[in-house]
Nanobody, 129 residues
Framework: QVQLVESGGGSVQAGGSLRLSCAAS????????MGWFRQAPGKEREGVAG???????RYADSVKGRFTISRDNAKNTLYLQMNSLKPEDTAMYYC???????????????????????WGQGTQVTVSS
């Protein structure tokens, strides 16, 4: 069966860095777009970063220049390098497969969580000030 297993979360001070990983199995990883979403308490789940099969990447405005998404198709693994972390980055971070994008008229953006096909269980990231 399909499994997405996140790791790498933890607690860090503002300005610090973390690297999240997502190990995928049970499907043909290289043929799926992949992404990271996050959900803070009391807020909706939002797309943070996405990477498509052609290598194209999309980022939420709030993380541009600080987060980098990458994928290793040989290892069936997705990564999210998070630098210059802020307290507002505190959330549960989820790995997703089969995400979609849309053209806003200005730029490409990640579609909402309802459009993703598979989900991981999440890993907690806490950033203290």
């Amino acid at each position: 069966q399909v499994q997405l297993v996140e790791s790498g979360g933890g607690s860090v001070q503002a300005g610090g860095s973390l690297r999240l990983s997502c190990a995928a199995s049970g499907y043909t990883y290289s043929t799926y777009s992949m992404g990271w979403f996050r959900q803070a308490p009391g807020k909706e789940r939002e797309g943070v970063a996405g990477i498509w099969t052609d290598g194209a990447t999309r980022y939420a405005d709030s993380v541009k220049g600080r987060f980098t998404i990458s994928r290793d198709n040989a290892k069936n693994t997705l990564y999210l390098q998070m630098n210059s972390l802020k307290p507002e980055d505190t959330a549960m971070y989820y790995c997703a497969a089969g995400i979609l994008q849309y053209w806003s008229g200005i730029s490409w953006s990640i579609r909402g969580p309802r459009d993703a096909t598979y989900w991981g269980q999440g890993t907690q990231v806490t950033v203290s000030s």
